[in-house]
Protein backbone atom coordinates (compact mmCIF):
# COMPACT_ATOMS: atom_id res chain seq x y z
CA UNK A 1 0.00 0.00 0.00
CA UNK A 2 1.27 3.30 -1.09
CA UNK A 3 1.78 5.94 2.09
CA UNK A 4 -0.38 8.58 1.83
CA UNK A 5 0.72 11.75 0.38
CA UNK A 6 0.47 15.37 2.13
CA UNK A 7 1.28 19.03 0.94
CA UNK A 8 3.37 20.86 3.14
CA UNK A 9 3.31 24.24 2.46
CA UNK A 10 6.09 26.52 4.15
CA UNK A 11 5.66 30.30 5.32
CA UNK A 12 7.22 33.34 4.33
CA UNK A 13 8.97 31.34 1.48
CA UNK A 14 5.58 30.67 -0.10
CA UNK A 15 7.04 27.09 -1.14
CA UNK A 16 4.47 24.07 -1.44
CA UNK A 17 6.17 20.68 -1.19
CA UNK A 18 4.44 17.20 -1.71
CA UNK A 19 5.68 14.71 0.90
CA UNK A 20 5.01 10.81 1.99
CA UNK A 21 3.46 10.59 5.23
CA UNK A 22 5.64 10.40 8.30
CA UNK A 23 8.39 12.43 6.89
CA UNK A 24 10.66 14.61 9.34
CA UNK A 25 9.66 18.25 8.98
CA UNK A 26 13.48 19.24 9.28
CA UNK A 27 14.82 16.92 6.44
CA UNK A 28 12.20 18.15 4.47
CA UNK A 29 13.39 21.67 4.72
CA UNK A 30 16.97 21.22 4.06
CA UNK A 31 15.84 19.06 1.11
CA UNK A 32 13.93 22.11 -0.09
CA UNK A 33 16.81 24.74 1.02
CA UNK A 34 14.33 26.27 3.52
CA UNK A 35 16.75 27.44 6.25
CA UNK A 36 16.08 26.74 9.64
CA UNK A 37 18.47 27.42 12.38
CA UNK A 38 19.79 23.63 13.36
CA UNK A 39 23.31 23.67 15.15
CA UNK A 40 22.98 19.99 16.35
CA UNK A 41 22.22 18.30 13.14
CA UNK A 42 18.88 17.24 13.87
CA UNK A 43 19.88 15.45 16.83
CA UNK A 44 16.51 16.63 18.96
CA UNK A 45 19.47 18.46 21.16
CA UNK A 46 19.16 22.14 20.61
CA UNK A 47 15.92 23.54 20.85
CA UNK A 48 16.39 26.16 18.12
CA UNK A 49 14.99 25.05 14.67
CA UNK A 50 11.37 26.54 15.78
CA UNK A 51 8.66 27.09 13.85
CA UNK A 52 4.94 27.42 13.65
CA UNK A 53 2.61 24.82 12.87
CA UNK A 54 -0.80 24.60 11.47
CA UNK A 55 -2.44 21.37 10.26
CA UNK A 56 -1.70 17.59 10.54
CA UNK A 57 1.70 16.59 12.81
CA UNK A 58 3.18 13.87 15.36
CA UNK A 59 5.48 15.17 17.82
CA UNK A 60 8.57 13.32 19.15
CA UNK A 61 10.10 13.89 22.31
CA UNK A 62 13.14 15.50 22.34
CA UNK A 63 16.59 14.04 23.47
CA UNK A 64 16.86 17.11 25.44
CA UNK A 65 14.88 19.79 27.14
CA UNK A 66 14.80 22.31 24.98
CA UNK A 67 13.33 24.72 27.85
CA UNK A 68 10.02 26.99 27.66
CA UNK A 69 8.94 27.34 24.23
CA UNK A 70 6.75 30.18 23.10
CA UNK A 71 3.12 29.54 22.87
CA UNK A 72 2.11 27.20 19.23
CA UNK A 73 5.68 27.01 18.92
CA UNK A 74 7.76 23.41 18.05
CA UNK A 75 10.51 22.09 16.86
CA UNK A 76 11.24 20.85 13.53
CA UNK A 77 13.47 17.98 14.14
CA UNK A 78 10.98 16.43 16.45
CA UNK A 79 7.73 17.35 14.06
CA UNK A 80 6.62 14.61 11.71
CA UNK A 81 4.35 15.07 8.96
CA UNK A 82 1.26 13.43 8.77
CA UNK A 83 -1.05 15.00 6.48
CA UNK A 84 -1.73 18.55 4.74
CA UNK A 85 0.74 21.15 7.06
CA UNK A 86 1.60 24.35 7.02
CA UNK A 87 4.86 25.56 8.60
CA UNK A 88 5.66 29.23 9.28
CA UNK A 89 9.52 30.01 9.75
CA UNK A 90 9.92 32.36 12.22
CA UNK A 91 12.32 35.30 11.56
CA UNK A 92 14.64 34.44 14.56
CA UNK A 93 14.62 30.81 13.27
CA UNK A 94 14.95 32.11 9.78
CA UNK A 95 17.56 35.03 9.97
CA UNK A 96 17.49 36.09 6.41
CA UNK A 97 16.09 32.78 4.98
CA UNK A 98 16.59 30.54 2.42
CA UNK A 99 20.17 30.70 0.68
CA UNK A 100 19.68 29.96 -3.20
CA UNK A 101 22.61 27.25 -2.78
CA UNK A 102 20.10 25.07 -5.90
CA UNK A 103 17.92 25.61 -8.28
CA UNK A 104 14.22 24.48 -6.77
CA UNK A 105 13.29 21.36 -8.26
CA UNK A 106 16.28 19.76 -8.59
CA UNK A 107 17.57 18.05 -5.67
CA UNK A 108 19.65 15.56 -6.48
CA UNK A 109 16.76 13.07 -4.87
CA UNK A 110 14.81 13.94 -8.59
CA UNK A 111 17.35 12.77 -10.43
CA UNK A 112 17.03 9.14 -12.50
CA UNK A 113 18.74 6.03 -11.62
CA UNK A 114 18.98 2.91 -13.77
CA UNK A 115 16.53 0.31 -13.05
CA UNK A 116 18.70 -2.80 -12.46
CA UNK A 117 16.29 -5.03 -11.72
CA UNK A 118 14.89 -4.61 -15.72
CA UNK A 119 18.27 -5.28 -16.76
CA UNK A 120 19.01 -8.36 -14.79
CA UNK A 121 15.16 -9.32 -16.16
CA UNK A 122 16.02 -9.08 -19.78
CA UNK A 123 19.38 -10.86 -19.72
CA UNK A 124 17.31 -13.67 -17.49
CA UNK A 125 18.35 -16.46 -15.32
CA UNK A 126 20.66 -18.70 -17.65
CA UNK A 127 23.40 -19.85 -14.91
CA UNK A 128 27.14 -20.23 -15.53
CA UNK A 129 26.80 -23.80 -13.36
CA UNK A 130 23.32 -25.32 -14.22
CA UNK A 131 21.91 -29.04 -12.26
CA UNK A 132 20.26 -31.42 -14.55
CA UNK A 133 18.39 -34.24 -13.43
CA UNK A 134 18.08 -37.45 -14.95
CA UNK A 135 17.79 -41.32 -15.18
CA UNK A 136 20.95 -43.41 -15.70
CA UNK A 137 19.61 -46.79 -17.57
CA UNK A 138 21.07 -49.67 -14.90
CA UNK A 139 23.66 -51.86 -17.22
CA UNK A 140 22.30 -55.63 -18.42
CA UNK A 141 24.38 -58.55 -19.90
CA UNK A 142 23.06 -57.32 -22.83
CA UNK A 143 24.24 -53.78 -22.38
CA UNK A 144 26.40 -53.39 -19.90
CA UNK A 145 28.38 -50.19 -21.09
CA UNK A 146 30.54 -48.32 -18.69
CA UNK A 147 28.65 -46.09 -16.52
CA UNK A 148 30.31 -42.79 -17.22
CA UNK A 149 29.26 -43.51 -20.87
CA UNK A 150 25.71 -44.40 -19.73
CA UNK A 151 25.30 -41.08 -17.83
CA UNK A 152 26.84 -39.37 -20.60
CA UNK A 153 23.90 -40.62 -23.33
CA UNK A 154 21.65 -39.50 -20.48
CA UNK A 155 22.76 -35.86 -20.23
CA UNK A 156 23.25 -35.69 -24.06
CA UNK A 157 19.49 -36.45 -24.33
CA UNK A 158 18.63 -34.28 -21.45
CA UNK A 159 20.37 -31.02 -22.42
CA UNK A 160 21.12 -29.66 -25.72
CA UNK A 161 25.01 -29.94 -25.59
CA UNK A 162 26.16 -32.43 -27.62
CA UNK A 163 29.01 -33.45 -25.80
CA UNK A 164 29.58 -33.33 -22.09
CA UNK A 165 32.68 -33.27 -19.75
CA UNK A 166 33.30 -34.62 -16.35
CA UNK A 167 36.10 -33.97 -14.21
CA UNK A 168 38.19 -36.86 -12.37
CA UNK A 169 36.74 -36.39 -9.10
CA UNK A 170 33.41 -36.91 -10.17
CA UNK A 171 34.33 -40.17 -12.02
CA UNK A 172 35.60 -41.75 -9.16
CA UNK A 173 32.42 -41.57 -7.31
CA UNK A 174 30.11 -42.49 -10.15
CA UNK A 175 29.77 -46.45 -9.57
CA UNK A 176 27.93 -45.89 -5.84
CA UNK A 177 25.92 -42.75 -7.02
CA UNK A 178 24.79 -44.25 -9.81
CA UNK A 179 23.33 -46.86 -8.08
CA UNK A 180 22.27 -45.54 -4.85
CA UNK A 181 18.74 -44.35 -6.14
CA UNK A 182 18.22 -46.55 -8.75
CA UNK A 183 19.81 -44.39 -11.35
CA UNK A 184 18.46 -41.39 -10.67
CA UNK A 185 20.91 -38.82 -10.02
CA UNK A 186 21.52 -34.52 -10.37
CA UNK A 187 24.77 -33.81 -12.34
CA UNK A 188 25.82 -29.91 -11.69
CA UNK A 189 27.51 -28.73 -14.82
CA UNK A 190 29.45 -25.91 -15.52
CA UNK A 191 28.47 -24.33 -19.14
CA UNK A 192 31.62 -22.39 -20.17
CA UNK A 193 30.69 -18.60 -21.89
CA UNK A 194 33.02 -18.63 -25.21
CA UNK A 195 34.87 -20.65 -27.24
CA UNK A 196 37.79 -19.39 -26.26
CA UNK A 197 38.32 -20.61 -22.54
CA UNK A 198 41.68 -20.30 -21.55
CA UNK A 199 40.96 -22.50 -18.36
CA UNK A 200 39.53 -25.75 -18.38
CA UNK A 201 37.59 -27.92 -20.52
CA UNK A 202 36.02 -25.90 -23.66
CA UNK A 203 32.70 -28.47 -23.38
CA UNK A 204 30.32 -28.26 -20.34
CA UNK A 205 31.53 -30.31 -17.72
CA UNK A 206 30.68 -32.12 -14.74
CA UNK A 207 31.45 -30.76 -11.55
CA UNK A 208 29.49 -32.75 -9.18
CA UNK A 209 27.07 -35.52 -9.11
CA UNK A 210 24.41 -36.45 -6.22
CA UNK A 211 22.10 -39.26 -5.89
CA UNK A 212 18.11 -38.30 -6.43
CA UNK A 213 16.87 -35.56 -7.50
CA UNK A 214 18.41 -32.35 -5.73
CA UNK A 215 17.40 -30.52 -9.02
CA UNK A 216 15.81 -27.21 -7.52
CA UNK A 217 18.36 -26.43 -5.05
CA UNK A 218 20.51 -24.18 -7.07
CA UNK A 219 21.98 -21.31 -5.31
CA UNK A 220 24.70 -18.62 -6.18
CA UNK A 221 25.93 -15.62 -3.73
CA UNK A 222 27.44 -11.96 -5.77
CA UNK A 223 30.15 -10.62 -3.58
CA UNK A 224 31.70 -6.56 -4.32
CA UNK A 225 35.03 -7.02 -1.95
CA UNK A 226 35.21 -3.82 -1.43
CA UNK A 227 38.51 -2.20 0.30
CA UNK A 228 36.42 -0.29 2.82
CA UNK A 229 33.62 -2.99 2.86
CA UNK A 230 31.95 -6.52 1.47
CA UNK A 231 28.49 -6.90 0.18
CA UNK A 232 26.74 -9.80 -1.08
CA UNK A 233 23.66 -11.28 -2.08
CA UNK A 234 22.18 -14.71 -2.02
CA UNK A 235 20.23 -15.92 -5.37
CA UNK A 236 18.06 -18.40 -6.22
CA UNK A 237 19.05 -19.54 -9.59
CA UNK A 238 15.60 -21.15 -10.42
CA UNK A 239 13.63 -18.25 -10.21
CA UNK A 240 16.30 -15.29 -10.32
CA UNK A 241 15.17 -13.77 -6.83
CA UNK A 242 17.18 -12.65 -4.38
CA UNK A 243 17.16 -14.21 -0.81
CA UNK A 244 19.31 -12.17 1.48
CA UNK A 245 21.50 -9.59 1.26
CA UNK A 246 24.77 -8.95 3.75
CA UNK A 247 27.23 -5.88 4.21
CA UNK A 248 30.21 -5.74 6.46
CA UNK A 249 33.30 -3.52 6.92
CA UNK A 250 35.90 -5.08 5.59
CA UNK A 251 38.21 -7.05 8.27
CA UNK A 252 41.42 -6.04 5.92
CA UNK A 253 40.96 -2.66 7.17
CA UNK A 254 42.92 -3.28 10.54
CA UNK A 255 45.67 -3.87 7.49
CA UNK A 256 45.54 -0.65 6.12
CA UNK A 257 42.85 2.08 4.74
CA UNK A 258 43.53 1.76 1.09
CA UNK A 259 45.11 -0.78 -1.44
CA UNK A 260 48.82 0.05 -1.33
CA UNK A 261 48.68 -0.39 2.94
CA UNK A 262 47.19 -3.73 2.01
CA UNK A 263 50.02 -4.51 -0.09
CA UNK A 264 52.54 -3.79 2.37
CA UNK A 265 50.59 -5.71 4.82
CA UNK A 266 50.88 -8.81 2.74
CA UNK A 267 54.80 -8.22 2.51
CA UNK A 268 54.70 -7.63 6.29
CA UNK A 269 52.70 -10.17 7.82
CA UNK A 270 51.88 -12.80 4.76
CA UNK A 271 49.55 -12.67 1.85
CA UNK A 272 47.69 -15.38 3.81
CA UNK A 273 46.85 -13.16 6.86
CA UNK A 274 45.87 -10.84 4.85
CA UNK A 275 43.31 -13.04 2.74
CA UNK A 276 42.21 -14.56 5.31
CA UNK A 277 40.79 -11.36 6.67
CA UNK A 278 38.97 -10.48 3.84
CA UNK A 279 37.42 -14.17 3.12
CA UNK A 280 36.76 -13.93 7.28
CA UNK A 281 34.44 -11.51 6.01
CA UNK A 282 33.07 -12.98 3.43
CA UNK A 283 32.04 -15.96 5.26
CA UNK A 284 30.42 -14.07 8.25
CA UNK A 285 28.40 -12.38 5.21
CA UNK A 286 27.63 -15.88 3.89
CA UNK A 287 26.63 -17.34 7.55
CA UNK A 288 23.84 -14.50 8.10
CA UNK A 289 22.69 -14.45 4.46
CA UNK A 290 22.14 -18.55 4.85
CA UNK A 291 20.40 -17.81 8.66
CA UNK A 292 18.12 -15.67 7.16
CA UNK A 293 16.84 -17.63 3.81
CA UNK A 294 17.40 -21.08 5.41
CA UNK A 295 19.46 -22.20 2.97
CA UNK A 296 22.54 -24.20 3.52
CA UNK A 297 25.93 -23.43 2.34
CA UNK A 298 26.25 -26.56 0.89
CA UNK A 299 23.64 -26.19 -1.71
CA UNK A 300 25.42 -22.98 -2.73
CA UNK A 301 26.95 -23.99 -6.78
CA UNK A 302 29.02 -20.63 -7.15
CA UNK A 303 30.10 -17.53 -6.61
CA UNK A 304 30.93 -14.74 -8.12
CA UNK A 305 33.16 -12.12 -6.68
CA UNK A 306 33.69 -8.15 -8.21
CA UNK A 307 36.72 -5.99 -6.90
CA UNK A 308 39.64 -3.52 -7.52
CA UNK A 309 42.09 -5.47 -9.38
CA UNK A 310 44.45 -5.14 -5.81
CA UNK A 311 41.49 -6.59 -3.46
CA UNK A 312 40.89 -9.50 -6.16
CA UNK A 313 44.46 -10.64 -5.82
CA UNK A 314 44.27 -11.03 -1.92
CA UNK A 315 41.53 -12.34 -2.07
CA UNK A 316 42.28 -15.25 -4.68
CA UNK A 317 45.86 -15.60 -2.91
CA UNK A 318 47.74 -14.01 -5.62
CA UNK A 319 50.74 -12.13 -5.63
CA UNK A 320 49.93 -8.67 -5.98
CA UNK A 321 53.44 -6.32 -4.63
CA UNK A 322 53.87 -6.20 -8.40
CA UNK A 323 50.62 -4.12 -8.48
CA UNK A 324 52.50 -1.55 -6.34
CA UNK A 325 55.61 -1.48 -8.46
CA UNK A 326 56.07 -0.11 -11.90
CA UNK A 327 55.29 -0.80 -14.15
CA UNK A 328 52.51 -1.80 -12.60
CA UNK A 329 51.84 -5.56 -13.72
CA UNK A 330 49.10 -7.92 -12.00
CA UNK A 331 49.55 -11.21 -12.71
CA UNK A 332 46.98 -11.34 -14.59
CA UNK A 333 43.54 -9.74 -15.74
CA UNK A 334 41.13 -12.66 -16.57
CA UNK A 335 41.55 -16.18 -13.56
CA UNK A 336 40.18 -19.07 -13.59
CA UNK A 337 37.10 -20.43 -11.76
CA UNK A 338 38.91 -21.58 -8.41
CA UNK A 339 37.04 -24.33 -5.44
CA UNK A 340 35.71 -22.15 -3.06
CA UNK A 341 36.88 -24.42 -0.46
CA UNK A 342 40.80 -23.49 -2.04
CA UNK A 343 40.66 -19.77 -0.40
CA UNK A 344 38.48 -20.55 2.81
CA UNK A 345 34.91 -20.04 2.05
CA UNK A 346 32.59 -22.29 3.83
CA UNK A 347 30.75 -23.89 1.36
CA UNK A 348 30.47 -27.54 -0.58
CA UNK A 349 33.75 -28.54 -1.72
CA UNK A 350 32.18 -28.44 -5.44
CA UNK A 351 31.55 -25.01 -5.29
CA UNK A 352 33.30 -22.91 -7.36
CA UNK A 353 34.15 -19.05 -7.23
CA UNK A 354 34.85 -16.86 -10.50
CA UNK A 355 35.79 -13.50 -10.37
CA UNK A 356 35.28 -10.86 -12.60
CA UNK A 357 37.99 -9.71 -14.91
CA UNK A 358 40.11 -6.12 -14.72
CA UNK A 359 41.30 -4.00 -17.00
CA UNK A 360 44.84 -2.91 -15.48
CA UNK A 361 46.44 -2.76 -12.56
CA UNK A 362 44.31 0.15 -11.15
CA UNK A 363 41.06 -0.49 -12.96
CA UNK A 364 39.27 -3.43 -11.73
CA UNK A 365 36.38 -5.78 -11.60
CA UNK A 366 34.48 -3.76 -9.86
CA UNK A 367 34.47 -1.27 -12.95
CA UNK A 368 34.19 -4.10 -15.44
CA UNK A 369 30.60 -4.89 -13.48
CA UNK A 370 29.74 -1.47 -12.84
CA UNK A 371 30.07 -1.10 -17.06
CA UNK A 372 27.99 -4.37 -17.58
CA UNK A 373 25.34 -3.78 -15.23
CA UNK A 374 25.20 0.26 -16.29
CA UNK A 375 24.67 -0.94 -19.98
CA UNK A 376 26.14 2.18 -21.63
CA UNK A 377 28.79 -0.13 -23.59
CA UNK A 378 25.86 -1.28 -25.39
CA UNK A 379 24.69 2.41 -26.26
CA UNK A 380 24.75 5.26 -28.98
CA UNK A 381 25.35 8.00 -26.04
CA UNK A 382 28.59 9.06 -25.03
CA UNK A 383 28.80 8.29 -21.37
CA UNK A 384 31.08 9.93 -18.25
CA UNK A 385 31.00 6.33 -15.54
CA UNK A 386 32.51 7.85 -12.25
CA UNK A 387 32.95 5.33 -9.38
CA UNK A 388 34.44 8.05 -6.69
CA UNK A 389 36.45 6.50 -3.09
CA UNK A 390 39.98 6.60 -1.93
CA UNK A 391 40.23 6.01 -6.21
CA UNK A 392 38.48 7.99 -8.86
CA UNK A 393 38.14 5.19 -11.59
CA UNK A 394 36.36 6.90 -14.58
CA UNK A 395 35.54 5.06 -18.08
CA UNK A 396 34.59 7.46 -21.02
CA UNK A 397 32.93 5.49 -23.65
CA UNK A 398 29.80 4.48 -25.76
CA UNK A 399 29.76 0.88 -28.08
CA UNK A 400 32.06 2.71 -30.22
CA UNK A 401 35.12 2.70 -28.16
CA UNK A 402 35.85 2.36 -23.92
CA UNK A 403 38.54 4.35 -22.19
CA UNK A 404 39.30 4.00 -18.53
CA UNK A 405 41.68 5.66 -15.91
CA UNK A 406 42.25 5.68 -12.13
CA UNK A 407 43.15 8.77 -10.33
CA UNK A 408 44.05 8.60 -6.86
CA UNK A 409 41.96 11.15 -4.66
CA UNK A 410 43.09 10.42 -1.71
CA UNK A 411 40.48 9.76 1.20
CA UNK A 412 38.61 12.69 1.83
CA UNK A 413 35.93 11.55 0.25
CA UNK A 414 35.43 8.78 2.79
CA UNK A 415 35.94 11.09 5.47
CA UNK A 416 39.94 10.65 5.91
CA UNK A 417 42.80 13.31 6.51
CA UNK A 418 39.79 15.42 7.37
CA UNK A 419 40.54 16.36 10.98
CA UNK A 420 36.81 15.66 12.04
CA UNK A 421 36.25 13.11 9.18
CA UNK A 422 34.56 9.76 9.59
CA UNK A 423 32.41 6.96 7.49
CA UNK A 424 29.05 7.87 6.29
CA UNK A 425 27.15 6.23 9.88
CA UNK A 426 24.97 7.89 12.55
CA UNK A 427 26.43 11.66 13.37
CA UNK A 428 27.80 12.53 10.75
CA UNK A 429 26.92 15.57 9.00
CA UNK A 430 25.44 14.36 5.71
CA UNK A 431 23.59 18.18 4.98
CA UNK A 432 23.99 21.53 5.15
CA UNK A 433 22.98 25.51 4.59
CA UNK A 434 24.47 28.60 5.41
CA UNK A 435 22.80 31.90 6.41
CA UNK A 436 24.25 34.02 3.66
CA UNK A 437 24.20 37.21 6.75
CA UNK A 438 25.77 35.52 9.73
CA UNK A 439 27.35 32.36 7.98
CA UNK A 440 25.23 30.31 10.60
CA UNK A 441 24.54 27.02 9.37
CA UNK A 442 21.80 24.64 9.00
CA UNK A 443 23.15 21.14 9.91
CA UNK A 444 21.47 17.93 8.94
CA UNK A 445 23.61 14.67 10.42
CA UNK A 446 22.60 10.69 9.60
CA UNK A 447 20.17 9.54 11.48
CA UNK A 448 19.35 13.19 13.45
CA UNK A 449 21.80 11.88 15.56
CA UNK A 450 24.16 14.45 17.68
CA UNK A 451 26.99 15.19 15.44
CA UNK A 452 30.43 13.20 15.56
CA UNK A 453 31.82 14.29 12.74
CA UNK A 454 31.46 15.21 8.74
CA UNK A 455 31.28 12.52 6.07
CA UNK A 456 32.41 12.85 2.16
CA UNK A 457 29.26 13.69 0.80
CA UNK A 458 28.26 15.97 3.76
CA UNK A 459 32.19 17.98 3.39
CA UNK A 460 31.43 18.90 -0.12
CA UNK A 461 27.86 20.56 0.52
CA UNK A 462 29.38 21.90 3.44
CA UNK A 463 32.68 23.32 0.87
CA UNK A 464 29.84 24.30 -1.78
CA UNK A 465 27.71 26.47 0.90
CA UNK A 466 30.71 27.98 2.05
CA UNK A 467 32.04 28.88 -0.92
CA UNK A 468 28.47 30.46 -2.61
CA UNK A 469 28.17 32.49 0.47
CA UNK A 470 31.79 34.33 0.35
CA UNK A 471 32.95 32.32 3.38
CA UNK A 472 35.41 30.51 1.17
CA UNK A 473 37.63 32.14 -1.72
CA UNK A 474 38.21 30.04 -5.27
CA UNK A 475 41.91 29.80 -3.83
CA UNK A 476 40.28 27.28 -0.83
CA UNK A 477 41.23 29.60 2.02
CA UNK A 478 39.01 31.45 4.10
CA UNK A 479 37.99 34.83 3.80
CA UNK A 480 40.20 37.38 5.93
CA UNK A 481 37.86 39.64 6.33
CA UNK A 482 35.05 38.58 7.17
CA UNK A 483 33.44 39.50 11.24
CA UNK A 484 32.13 35.85 11.73
CA UNK A 485 31.89 33.90 15.13
CA UNK A 486 32.53 30.55 13.76
CA UNK A 487 35.11 31.58 11.48
CA UNK A 488 38.23 31.79 13.89
CA UNK A 489 42.15 31.24 13.91
CA UNK A 490 43.00 27.78 15.06
CA UNK A 491 46.30 26.00 15.06
CA UNK A 492 46.53 24.90 11.29
CA UNK A 493 45.14 28.18 10.39
CA UNK A 494 41.60 29.51 9.95
CA UNK A 495 38.92 27.18 10.59
CA UNK A 496 35.21 26.96 10.28
CA UNK A 497 33.23 25.82 13.57
CA UNK A 498 30.65 23.46 12.14
CA UNK A 499 28.99 22.71 15.34
CA UNK A 500 29.84 24.05 18.66
CA UNK A 501 31.12 21.70 21.65
CA UNK A 502 27.96 21.68 23.33
CA UNK A 503 25.95 20.62 20.56
CA UNK A 504 28.36 17.66 19.14
CA UNK A 505 28.32 14.33 20.60
CA UNK A 506 32.44 14.60 21.06
CA UNK A 507 32.49 17.02 23.53
CA UNK A 508 34.52 19.47 21.50
CA UNK A 509 33.81 21.83 18.21
CA UNK A 510 33.63 20.41 14.83
CA UNK A 511 35.60 22.38 12.95
CA UNK A 512 36.35 22.25 9.13
CA UNK A 513 40.16 23.32 9.10
CA UNK A 514 42.09 25.36 5.85
CA UNK A 515 43.78 21.81 5.63
CA UNK A 516 41.16 20.00 5.22
CA UNK A 517 39.83 22.15 2.26
CA UNK A 518 43.59 21.71 0.75
CA UNK A 519 43.10 17.71 0.98
CA UNK A 520 39.54 18.35 -0.54
CA UNK A 521 40.94 20.62 -3.07
CA UNK A 522 43.49 17.88 -3.86
CA UNK A 523 40.70 15.05 -4.27
CA UNK A 524 38.60 17.09 -6.32
CA UNK A 525 41.09 18.49 -8.45
CA UNK A 526 42.38 15.01 -9.06
CA UNK A 527 39.00 13.40 -10.19
CA UNK A 528 37.85 16.17 -12.54
CA UNK A 529 40.98 16.43 -14.10
CA UNK A 530 40.83 12.79 -14.88
CA UNK A 531 37.89 13.50 -16.23
CA UNK A 532 39.72 16.10 -18.76
CA UNK A 533 42.44 14.15 -19.69
CA UNK A 534 40.14 11.12 -21.34
CA UNK A 535 38.16 13.29 -22.94
CA UNK A 536 41.25 15.37 -24.40
CA UNK A 537 42.54 11.98 -25.39
CA UNK A 538 39.84 11.44 -27.08
CA UNK A 539 38.98 14.55 -28.99
CA UNK A 540 36.11 15.71 -27.05
CA UNK A 541 34.76 18.33 -24.63
CA UNK A 542 32.53 18.35 -21.64
CA UNK A 543 29.77 19.99 -23.14
CA UNK A 544 29.70 17.12 -25.60
CA UNK A 545 28.78 14.31 -22.84
CA UNK A 546 25.27 13.06 -22.85
CA UNK A 547 24.93 10.88 -19.54
CA UNK A 548 27.02 10.80 -16.73
CA UNK A 549 26.66 7.82 -14.67
CA UNK A 550 27.98 7.96 -10.74
CA UNK A 551 28.41 4.42 -9.00
CA UNK A 552 28.78 3.37 -5.72
CA UNK A 553 27.80 3.82 -1.79
CA UNK A 554 29.38 7.31 -2.28
CA UNK A 555 28.12 8.21 -5.30
CA UNK A 556 24.63 7.59 -4.24
CA UNK A 557 24.32 10.12 -1.34
CA UNK A 558 26.17 12.99 -3.35
CA UNK A 559 24.17 16.02 -4.27
CA UNK A 560 25.41 16.73 -7.65
CA UNK A 561 24.94 20.31 -8.35
CA UNK A 562 27.10 21.02 -5.08
CA UNK A 563 29.71 18.58 -6.74
CA UNK A 564 29.53 21.16 -9.71
CA UNK A 565 30.15 23.84 -7.60
CA UNK A 566 33.24 22.50 -6.48
CA UNK A 567 34.61 21.74 -9.58
CA UNK A 568 34.61 18.00 -8.96
CA UNK A 569 32.17 17.01 -12.11
CA UNK A 570 31.32 18.60 -15.19
CA UNK A 571 28.48 21.30 -15.29
CA UNK A 572 26.26 19.87 -17.36
CA UNK A 573 21.85 19.77 -17.09
CA UNK A 574 21.23 17.78 -14.25
CA UNK A 575 19.42 15.34 -16.16
CA UNK A 576 22.19 13.88 -17.69
CA UNK A 577 23.71 12.72 -14.27
CA UNK A 578 21.95 8.96 -13.71
CA UNK A 579 22.76 7.03 -10.12
CA UNK A 580 23.50 3.65 -10.26
CA UNK A 581 24.55 2.22 -6.40
CA UNK A 582 26.53 -0.69 -5.79
CA UNK A 583 27.50 -1.21 -9.47
CA UNK A 584 29.69 -3.75 -8.64
CA UNK A 585 27.47 -6.12 -6.53
CA UNK A 586 24.92 -5.79 -9.27
CA UNK A 587 26.95 -5.87 -12.09
CA UNK A 588 28.35 -9.22 -10.18
CA UNK A 589 25.12 -10.60 -9.50
CA UNK A 590 24.09 -10.22 -13.61
CA UNK A 591 27.64 -11.98 -14.07
CA UNK A 592 26.14 -14.89 -11.65
CA UNK A 593 22.48 -15.09 -13.24
CA UNK A 594 23.16 -14.85 -16.57
CA UNK A 595 26.33 -16.53 -18.77
CA UNK A 596 25.57 -14.29 -21.39
CA UNK A 597 25.93 -11.74 -18.89
CA UNK A 598 29.24 -13.26 -17.81
CA UNK A 599 30.76 -13.33 -20.93
CA UNK A 600 29.64 -9.59 -21.78
CA UNK A 601 31.66 -8.73 -18.47
CA UNK A 602 34.60 -10.30 -20.36
CA UNK A 603 34.15 -8.73 -23.59
CA UNK A 604 33.84 -5.36 -22.24
CA UNK A 605 37.26 -6.02 -19.81
CA UNK A 606 38.93 -7.03 -23.05
CA UNK A 607 38.09 -4.21 -25.18
CA UNK A 608 38.25 -1.61 -22.75
CA UNK A 609 41.84 0.74 -22.83
CA UNK A 610 43.62 2.19 -20.11
CA UNK A 611 44.55 5.68 -20.18
CA UNK A 612 47.77 5.82 -17.66
CA UNK A 613 47.08 9.58 -16.46
CA UNK A 614 50.60 8.93 -14.14
CA UNK A 615 52.50 9.45 -18.02
CA UNK A 616 50.42 12.15 -18.92
CA UNK A 617 51.70 15.20 -18.70
CA UNK A 618 48.59 17.29 -19.96
CA UNK A 619 46.94 15.49 -16.71
CA UNK A 620 49.36 17.23 -14.28
CA UNK A 621 48.45 20.78 -16.34
CA UNK A 622 44.77 20.05 -15.70
CA UNK A 623 45.23 19.00 -11.65
CA UNK A 624 46.96 22.22 -11.28
CA UNK A 625 44.15 24.39 -13.04
CA UNK A 626 41.93 22.29 -11.25
CA UNK A 627 43.25 23.53 -7.52
CA UNK A 628 40.63 26.10 -7.44
CA UNK A 629 37.00 26.38 -7.17
CA UNK A 630 35.58 25.37 -9.16
CA UNK A 631 38.09 26.02 -11.73
CA UNK A 632 40.74 28.54 -12.61
CA UNK A 633 38.95 28.46 -16.31
CA UNK A 634 35.42 29.75 -15.45
CA UNK A 635 33.90 29.32 -19.05
CA UNK A 636 33.59 25.43 -18.02
CA UNK A 637 31.55 25.86 -14.99
CA UNK A 638 29.05 28.73 -16.54
CA UNK A 639 25.96 28.11 -14.36
CA UNK A 640 28.44 28.39 -11.08
CA UNK A 641 29.67 31.74 -12.80
CA UNK A 642 25.88 32.59 -12.77
CA UNK A 643 25.27 31.62 -9.16
CA UNK A 644 28.11 33.80 -7.92
CA UNK A 645 26.32 36.66 -9.64
CA UNK A 646 23.54 35.94 -8.55
CA UNK A 647 25.09 35.97 -5.10
CA UNK A 648 25.79 39.56 -5.59
Not at 163 to 183: A, C, D, S
Not at 248 to 260: H, K, L, P, T
Not at 270 to 276: A, D, L, T
Request: aromatic share 6%; proline share 5%; net charge negative.
Amino acid sequence: MEPKRCQVHFLPDDIKVEVAEGENLLKLAMANDIHIDANCGGARVCGKCRVKLDGSYEKIPPRKNPGELPPDTYLACCTNVTGDLTVTVPEATRVTGTLPTRSKGTSRSKLTGIDIEAVIEECGVRPVIDKVRVVVPEPTMDVNSPDLDRLLAALRAATPYEKVGIEYEVLKGIPEILREKGGEVTATIRIPQTENNLFGACIPTVIRLEAGDTSDNLYAVAYDIGTTSVWASLIDLRSGKVLADAADYNAQSRFGADVINRILACKKAGIHKVQGAVVETMNMLLKQMCEKSGISAENIVYFVAAGNTTMSHIMLGLEPKYIQMAPHTPVARFTPPVPAQSIGLKTSQYAELFTVPSVSAWVGGDIVAGTLISGFSKQEKLTLFIDLGTNGEIVLGSQDFLLSASCSAGPAFEGGEIRHGMRAMDGAIEDFHLNGADAEPMILTIGQKPAKGICGSGLINVVAGLFLAGVLQPNGKYSSDLNIPRLREGDEGMEYVLVWAEDSDIDQDITLTEVDLDNLMRAKSAVYSGIRTLLTDAGMEPSMLEQVIIAGSFGQSLDVERAVIIGLLPDLPIERFTFIGNGSLMGARLALQCGKGMAEGDAIAAQMTYIDLGADSRFMDEYMAGMFLPHTDDTLFPSVKQLLQNQK
